[in-house]
């Protein structure tokens, strides 16, 4: 099977992305990193700072661990301007 086979079939069930309006993405803290961060499959229907995905571990660059100087949780849904050490992006 190809990779582009093996793509297809992985999000086989998942809407097109042409068929689902994406939720705009939030401003996330910008030490706030993940893997998926760097790039995801072609045809996945979300964007990582929206949180969406079941898998993908978060850290912070400040501390590098999972938690903030906050020491709260680094999440895409938890890392936003409200937040005591949010850094926005430049």
């Given at each position: 099977m190809s990779a582009e086979d093996q793509a297809?079939?992985?999000y086989a069930n998942w809407p097109?992305?042409?068929d689902e309006v994406e939720?705009?993405?939030p401003e996330v803290?910008?030490?706030l990193r993940t893997k998926t961060a760097f790039g995801s499959l072609a045809g996945a229907p979300h964007r990582w700072q929206q949180g969406k995905s079941s898998t993908a571990v978060?850290?912070?660059l400040a501390t590098m661990a999972n938690a903030g100087p906050d020491?709260?949780?680094?999440?895409?849904q938890?890392?936003?301007a409200a937040r005591s050490c949010y850094?926005?992006?430049e």
């Open positions: 297809a079939h992985a097109a992305a042409e939720a705009e993405a803290c910008a030490c978060y850290w912070c020491e709260n949780v680094a999440h895409p938890q890392c936003l850094r926005a992006a």
